[in-house]
């Protein structure tokens, strides 16, 4: 498990191009046949590919958590991006297919993940929180999502907001989790853009071709910077820092958060004239 620590706005002004990619930026995450877990000192985030091929691969806590098991502790979203897959909780097995989201409560010791097709392996993406109290697993395909359409072409903006883990589809102690599709001619993603103090976010961008790329803004509102995305990389959002991206052409993007609160709209704009 790679570990990144918290960063102070003064310090990440003067990051070089490369510190931020090596702080912020996580790539790598679906290599067949191994789980990539990135642990974050914000707000205690774990960000996860996993990728099985020909045999099942086994989540499990190791010396970072200080547990029995992965979810002791801990609550966990997984929206599939890749092949037909199977998650196994505690001698349950879930099917998921590509775009099917599962919430695991607290609580579930026996984690494991296969692909129904090795030679298309399916790719679980996670997003991990720490809980306080157990709530029920619950799956979620797309159409059991809470959809919400946003945006206009003439803002190059249109979208869609899936809501997977959400209080308007199932109970969670802190962790929300969902995807937005833009739509043909859309590049903006959360333009105007905003903070949330109360909440840090992970983006993670996919649906991209392997010569387009995602430019996404992160710092202050007032000191602006950008790290170049490529295919199925995600990046870490601290909860003082904007999170808005322009693409050379629409894509998809998974979004997850954590924090002091559900409440999805509570956010501080910020208005495209005050952005430097």
């Known amino acids: 498990m790679e570990i990144r620590y918290a960063w102070h706005p003064d310090d990440v002004k003067y990051y070089t191009t490369d510190e931020l990619r090596e702080n912020f930026l996580i790539t790598g995450l679906f290599t067949p046949g191994n789980i990539k877990m990135v642990y974050s000192h914000v707000d205690r985030i774990i960000t996860a590919g996993i990728c099985p091929s020909d045999k099942p691969l086994v989540l499990e806590a190791g010396k970072e958590l200080g547990v029995d098991y992965f979810l002791q502790r801990r609550e966990m979203g997984i929206i599939n991006v890749g092949g037909d897959g199977k998650v196994n909780l505690d001698g349950i097995t879930y099917e998921l297919k590509a775009r099917d989201g599962i919430y695991v409560g607290m609580g579930t010791k026996d984690v494991s993940f296969e692909s129904i097709d090795p030679a298309k392996p399916a790719k679980f993406y996670m997003n991990s929180a720490p809980a306080h109290t157990t709530y029920p697993t619950v799956k979620i395909d797309i159409t059991k999502a809470n959809p919400n359409p946003m945006g206009t072409p003439e803002e190059c903006n249109k979208r869609t907001i899936y809501q997977y883990v959400h209080p308007a589809v199932l109970k969670s102690c802190q962790l929300l989790m969902g995807m937005t599709v833009l739509e043909s001619g859309s590049i903006w993603n959360t333009m105007p853009c905003h903070t949330h103090d109360r909440r840090m976010e992970v983006y993670f961008y996919f649906d991209m071709d392997e010569n ?65």
Request: aromatic letters at 10%; charged letters at 20%; hydrophobic letters at 35%.
């Open 212 to 276: 387009d790329v995602v430019f996404h803004l992160m710092g202050e509102p007032n000191e602006t910077r950008h790290v170049v995305m490529r295919n199925e990389d995600a990046i870490i959002s601290p909860s003082w820092s904007i999170h808005s991206g322009c693409g050379t052409k629409n894509y998809t993007f998974i979004w997850g958060m954590v924090g002091e609160n559900q409440t999805f709209t509570d956010m501080d704009a910020v208005s495209p004239k005050d952005l430097y």
